[in-house]
């Protein structure tokens, strides 16, 4: 149980375009996802909460314009990164908090190149 | 505020022996702690929870962490390393509120040598 999904798992783009990551949790109800960017040989960086229903909470520092979240449904959070460019090259994270083991879990991530 | 160090970038071990990764813990109320582990180009693996339970947790593949409240500690041991083990480990804290955040330690990359 807890599995957490993303999709895709590796996207190479055009400077300019806009990447769309999805973050699904398949046996459980998440109402709170979050985003984590990580930098080679770095650890976690928390880029926004994402409540299902309501805005995202965005840390700061972190483009909201730039980084679009959306919490449609209690499995399912997308984060859009817009007009990408080279220095958002990264490993994109999400995680799904479940409600009842009190414990966020992970899913397997989201390199993104952009050329 | 909440906060974690752990101690030690890089843990090199030799197969079979004693895995000891530090991680302290700083929080204005009692804590969740969590170890989690990553292996290259994959998202993190859930290890073990302290959730003001039992102190000594019990986790996956045979690793376990302590709680200490006078130490404000949570170091992750396990008796014997396997090369599988070889990965970066993360250890991190939610104080709790509304917003369930966790803070992670910089992590700490374990090699085992043969």
């Known amino acids: 149980g807890a599995v957490v999904s993303q999709h895709p798992s590796w996207v190479i783009c055009k400077s300019g375009t806009s990447v769309k990551i999805e973050c699904r949790s398949l046996?459980?109800?998440?109402?709170?996802m979050f985003w984590y960017r990580q930098f080679p040989k770095q650890s976690l960086m928390l880029m926004a909460t994402?409540?299902?229903?309501?805005?995202?909470?965005?840390e700061q520092g972190v483009e909201k314009d730039k980084f679009l979240i959306n919490h449609a449904s209690l499995t399912l959070s997308t984060l859009t990164v817009t007009s990408a460019h080279p220095e958002d090259s990264s490993f994109y994270i999400c995680?799904?908090?479940?409600?009842?083991?009190?414990?966020?879990?992970f899913g397997p991530g989201t390199r993104l190149l952009v050329l | 505020a909440q906060s974690v160090t752990q101690l030690g970038s890089h843990v090199s071990v030799s197969e079979g022996a004693l895995v000891l990764l530090r991680c302290n813990y700083s929080?204005?109320?009692?804590?969740?702690l969590f170890w989690y582990v990553q292996y290259p180009n994959q998202g993190l693996q859930l290890l073990l929870k302290?959730?003001?339970?039992?102190?000594l947790v019990k986790g996956i593949n045979g690793f376990e962490a302590e709680f200490k409240k006078s130490e404000t500690s949570f170091h992750l041991t396990k008796p014997s390393a396997h090369m599988s083990d070889a990965a970066e480990y993360f250890c991190?804290?939610?104080?709790?509120?509304?917003?369930?955040?966790?803070?992670f330690g910089k992590g700490t990359l374990l090699t085992v040598n043969p």
């Open positions: 995680s799904a908090r479940s409600v009842i083991q009190e414990t966020q879990y």
């Open positions: 994402s409540n299902e229903g309501s805005k995202a909470t965005y």
């Open positions: 046996d459980f109800q998440a109402t709170t």
């Open positions: 991190a804290v939610n104080s709790g509120g509304s917003n369930y955040k966790l803070t």
């Open positions: 929080s204005s109320v009692p804590p969740y």
């Open positions: 302290y959730t003001s339970a039992a102190t």
